[in-house]
């Protein structure tokens, strides 16, 4: 007897089966295609190869290759200067470089020069992942050509004693015995990047990427808040610890990098923590996103968000195969 099913779920007629597998296998075919194509443009494949991104990208580069160079002046002349208060002037200028940094980076690459924002920015769906690769690949690039050009301007006394304004947990100084380890301990630091990295994103990127709150205080005001936050987080961590040694939350994986390359030597010490906690910040502030209320964060037409990605490599609606 001739092996039948049905076509169609409503349907009184019926093919052989041979037929109805060679149209089960095409309709598969064609909703992994789907999928396949649906996937490749929530993760923004196409923008690998776009040279308006890679353009926008040396935005990010030259932007970082800045920052770097002008954080770490004026973390090496803040201490070196002999002032009374040399933790409150150099947040100060901090938060300044920081606005002035952002506003001119903004129209170009969309300002991030600092891959925790670019990862934020990716889990939310304000930009691609692709996107975000190329950004982060960029920004490190960019804090080691900043890293380069401050070596080049400092002698080599001052590239020692203050290890170009690298980020760093410990130093070693000299003792009474012989030479000793200061600094802060790791799980401490860990904590304090994930705290300080969470609080930044909380209460300072958090309008930058809400399009609501973006249109009605605008870029300056933004910029400017994002610098004072950044700016409040260095006092606070170089101040809490009190610990010498301890070049306070880096909060920008970027720049701790850039100085490591081209310093080396203890500034690779528990470098991990740099980059371990502003990812786990980063990733609890995603989390947060999800949880809050929809309405309290407008960004429906977030299409790479990292929760579409998911979907679209684990779809609920398989087709069921008799």
């Given at each position: 007897m001739k092996k039948m099913c049905m076509v169609g779920a409503k349907s009184n007629l019926s093919r052989p089966l041979h037929q109805c597998k060679s149209e089960q296998e095409?309709?598969?075919?064609?909703?992994?295609?789907?999928?396949?194509?649906?996937?490749?443009?929530?993760?923004?494949?196409?923008?690998?190869?776009?040279?308006?991104?890679?353009?926008?990208?040396?935005?990010e580069l030259i932007g970082t290759a800045i920052f770097v160079f002008a954080i770490d002046t004026i973390v090496i002349s803040s201490y070196d200067a002999e002032i009374k208060a040399p933790k409150l002037l150099m947040s100060i200028l901090i938060a300044i470089i920081i606005a002035i940094l952002l506003l001119a980076t903004n129209p170009v690459s969309g300002g991030h020069i600092n891959p925790i924002i670019t990862l934020a920015a990716a889990l939310i769906g304000l930009i691609s992942l692709s996107r975000a690769a190329i950004y982060i690949l960029a920004q490190c690039a960019g804090a080691v050509l900043g890293a380069l050009a401050l070596k080049a301007v400092v002698n080599s006394t001052i590239e020692k004693t203050f290890s170009l304004g690298g980020c760093t947990l410990t130093v070693i100084a000299p003792g009474p015995n012989g030479p000793i380890v200061i600094g802060l301990e790791t799980s401490q630091a860990l904590w304090l990047e994930i705290i300080c990295t969470f609080v930044f994103l909380f209460t300072s990127i958090w309008m930058a990427f809400d399009l609501r709150q973006a249109r009605n205080l605008g870029r300056v005001k933004i910029?400017?808040?994002?610098?004072?936050?950044?700016?409040?987080?260095?006092?606070?961590s170089t101040s809490v610890t009190a610990a010498k040694g301890y070049a306070g939350a880096g909060m920008?994986?970027?720049?701790?990098?850039?100085?490591?390359?081209?310093?080396?030597?203890?500034?690779?010490?528990?470098?991990w923590v740099f980059w371990a906690g502003p990812g786990i910040a980063c990733v609890a502030f995603y989390l947060y996103t999800k949880v809050i209320p929809p309405q309290h964060f407008h960004a429906h037409e977030y299409k790479h968000d990292f929760l579409n990605i998911l979907k679209a490599l684990f779809p609920s609606d398989r087709v069921n195969r008799k």
């Open positions: 095409k309709f598969e075919g064609g909703n992994r295609r789907n999928d396949t194509s649906k996937l490749s443009e929530i993760l923004g494949l196409e923008e690998l190869f776009s040279l308006n991104v890679w353009r926008a990208s040396l935005g910029f400017s808040i994002i610098g004072i936050v950044v700016g409040l987080l260095v006092f606070v920008n994986p970027a720049r701790c990098l850039g100085p490591a390359l081209v310093r080396g030597g203890h500034l690779w010490n528990g470098h």
